[in-house]
Every structure is written in C-alpha cells, then in structure tokens.
C-alpha cells in the first residue's frame, strides 16, 4: 500500500513539474529579432528585391524564382510587387520567407538572411523589416561595431554587449542604425566575428535575473559615466562612474568659428544678389542649427547662420563630463526684413540644455564626448578639447581590445564594464543558426567605430 501511494504521489509530482518543464524549454528557444532597415537603404518609394534560392510570397502558392530581379512599390498606402509590369500582389504589408535559412534576400543589391514583411511607412515609402534570428544578426552586427581584427576575447565581449543589448528590447521593432545598433546584414559577416558570437552563443549579461541594457560605446577617455548623470534615468548599480586604466582615451578637439558670414559689403535689401554664392564658415554645425529653426518657427525658410555669440558648457559630473550647456547665435531669414527694408538679423538662443543636445548640433563625430578638459574663448573662435567617444555609459570598446591584449578573459572584462551582473547562458542556438557562411570584407579604416553614441 505504501508503495502504491508513494507511486501515486511520485506521478503528481512529475506530473505538476511537467508544464514548468515545458516553459522552461519554451523560454530557452533562441528568439527572433525585427529589424527595420534605414541605415543603407534611407527613404525609398520603389526598391529592388532579388532572392537566392527558394522563397514564398505571403501565404499564397507563388514561389519567387531565383536570381530574378522584382520590384516592391509604395502605391496609395499599400505595397505591391512587381514582376516586371505584372502586378503579383499587393496588400498592406507583403511577406516573403524562405525555405531554407541558406537563402539570402538582394534588397537594393545588399544581402540579408530571414525573412522580411515590406510594409508602408509615412504613406508614400517602402520599409522592409527583416526577421532574423538573434545569433545570425549578431554576426552582421558585431563586425560593424567593432573591428574584426581586433582580439578575440574583446570581440566576445562586443558579442555579448550586442547580444544582451537585443535581447532587452526583443518584442520591439529595432533599426539598422546608432539609433540601436548598426546592422550590415550578409555584406558584413566576418570570420573572426562570427566566431565570437558562435563562441558566446545564447550568453547574455543579467542583474537580479534579468537582462541589463548593455550599453556601449567607443571610448569612455579613460572614465565611465552613470547612466544618472548621462540620461537622467535611476541610478543603475552595474553603470557607476569608475576608472578605466585600460581605455585608449580618444583625444578630440573642435573650433567653432564666432563669424559665420560677414556681412560687410553684402546688400542686406537683395539677398538675391549674394545668398547661393555665401556660405557659412562650420557648415556641418550651422546646418542643423537651420534644420532645428525648420522644426522651430521656420518651416521651409532658407536661412543663414550670422555669428555664434555663446558657446558654453558647465555643471561637471563626478566623472569630469559636462551635462549642460548655452548656446546663442544670429541669423537671417532669405524673405524677413526690418523696416528698412533689409534683412532683420534675428537671435536664437538655448540656456541650461542638455549638453548632449548641443554636442548634438556641432556633431557627434566632431565633438566626439563630453569629457572636455580644456575650453578657450577668444575674440573670433570657441574651441574645446576633450577625451573619449560617445556617452562612457558601460563598455569601451578600445577599453575591452586593450584588456584583451594584457590578457584578460571576456569574462573579466565583461564583470569590469558590467559591476555586480552575471553572464548566464540564456537559450540555445536554433538547429541552423550558426550556419551562415562568412566572407572577408575590406572595411574602411576609420578612425572610429560604429558605436552608440
């Protein structure tokens, strides 16, 4: 009798473990990402689709022929495919999906894996969202955010940072861009890199359990930043503001000129006679300052940056970084004149911003971080030097290759950038995953990397 009734109670036990058995499986599949590509493509309203291999359109019988060039419309808020002047299909979003992993899609000549959904974006262009899995995008994201020369071990770390930095926002549609991360698709694979991701496959940095917001960026100058003092947002404890001995700190300086177009010998009552032959003096800068006027009172103006008046930057956080600053300027609307029939020179004017937001208008390849050391003001210019590229929040990446080259593991340098996380093995790879076939790229050899900035 005993032995009947421990049987029995053996069986509901097995029997009540056996859907957190099956959750468990569920939750250990390696997740799909959707992702929007910008970065390559911009804002198209026809683009060019080739496929390599076998695909189906929608969920209709049709099958896409290899090596065939189509062509996917925006056309009155839907989308429609082409095959030459035939019509194939049209709806408001239009799916292909392959029937193997191996097959590749030619959007625009670039090559991606996945499938895709084509859908219509501001009523007039084409979106193509490619859905790919975690591991696969990795391997076309790894190598364009950070060089795939660089050591193995660091590229484990960016591996793992990408990876962690997905898997936080897996349910949302992401894009292409620094916005994310940069995405290449199948142009960008690289041995190396792919290696690194095959190697850390399904690992991902948590706190308490969960997934953290691996952030990242080129260089931190030689100190981290919180992610309080960067955005605002509560104090995290694996984001502290601490030394980083191992940082290449990425010196920078800019000069911003305070004369922007003298106005001497110009006729100030017909602007016709000098306006398409008068430039600014810092192009890069004064053109988002008139795209922020456009946004901001001037729509569809055409406008001349004068003279820069103030350029400030204050308020030190503990790591030496601004967080705020001032900017003044004058400028001139093409069709605005005072009462004397000359162009009225107008003032724009930002107190106590966000000094991201400022960095943001001189460029934040120009300005590369608020890490600033040294500001000088004379009577024409306001020039800064600083150190370190994009927000130091978490991971350097020149950090991580140079405690890489002294020998550290990507586990070291991941509990470094990442205080008090754990890196668990979060799920495991897909039966295909991992079979995507690399290939070398020749990439530029900028002198920064494709990080957040």
């Not at 974006?121 to 955010?145: A, C, F, M, Q, T």
């Not at 790591?319 to 069709?335: C, T």
């Amino acid at each position: 009798m005993k032995k009947l009734i421990s049987i029995f109670l053996i069986g509901i036990l097995l029997f009540g473990l056996m859907p957190m058995r099956m959750e468990a499986e569920e939750s250990t599949k390696e997740p799909e990402l959707h992702v929007k590509l910008v970065n390559y493509l911009g804002n198209q309203t026809s683009i060019s689709l080739k496929v390599s291999g076998s695909f189906s359109l929608g969920s209709t019988s049709t099958k896409l022929s290899s090596g065939k060039t189509y062509t996917v419309k925006a056309e009155q808020s839907k989308i429609s495919l082409y095959d030459g002047g035939t019509k194939l299909i049209s709806g408001a979003d239009v799916a292909i999906t392959p029937d193997s992993e191996q097959f590749t899609v030619f959007i625009n000549g670039r090559e991606y894996y996945g499938s895709f959904n084509f859908v219509v974006e501001s009523g007039i262009y084409v979106r193509p969202i490619n859905n790919i899995y975690l591991e696969d995008y990795l391997k076309s994201v790894v190598p364009v955010e950070m060089y795939p020369s660089w050591n193995k071990e660091a590229l484990k770390v960016q591996a793992v940072a990408a990876r962690t930095y997905a898997y936080f926002r897996l349910g949302k549609v992401i894009n292409d861009t620094t916005t994310y991360q940069v995405y290449g698709g199948a142009d960008t694979l690289y041995q190396r890199s792919s290696e690194a991701v095959e190697e850390t496959a399904g690992e991902i940095v948590t706190y308490n359990g969960r997934a953290i917001d691996a952030l990242f960026s080129a260089s931190n100058g030689g100190m981290t930043e919180s992610n309080f003092n960067e955005y605002g947002s509560p104090p995290l404890p694996y984001f502290p503001v601490q030394r980083d001995d191992y940082d290449k700190k990425v010196a920078w300086d800019v000069n911003i000129q305070k004369q922007q177009v003298n106005l001497s010998g110009l006729d100030l009552s017909n602007p016709n006679s000098w306006w398409n032959s008068t430039y600014e003096k810092d192009g890069t800068f004064t053109s988002k300052l008139k795209t922020w006027l456009n946004q901001n009172g001037y729509s569809n103006k055409q406008i001349k940056i004068v003279s820069i008046s103030d350029l400030s930057f204050y308020n030190k956080t503990e790591s030496g970084r601004v967080s705020s600053g001032d900017l003044k300027f004058q400028f001139l609307v093409k069709d605005q004149f005072d009462s004397t029939g000359k162009l009225k020179l107008q003032t724009g004017s930002m107190t106590n911003v966000v000094a991201d937001r400022i960095r943001s208008f001189i460029g934040m390849s120009i300005m590369m971080s608020t890490l600033i050391t040294e500001a000088n003001e004379s009577s024409t210019s306001f020039s800064f030097a600083g150190l370190g590229f994009g927000h130091g929040v978490g991971l350097s990446q020149h950090g991580a290759n140079n405690r890489a080259n002294a020998g550290h593991t990507y586990q070291d340098i991941l509990s470094f950038y990442y205080p008090g996380t754990q890196l668990v093995k979060q799920y495991e790879q897909h039966e295909e995953s991992g079979a995507l076939s690399p290939v070398t790229v020749q990439l530029n050899g900028h002198d920064r990397l494709f990080a957040l900035s």
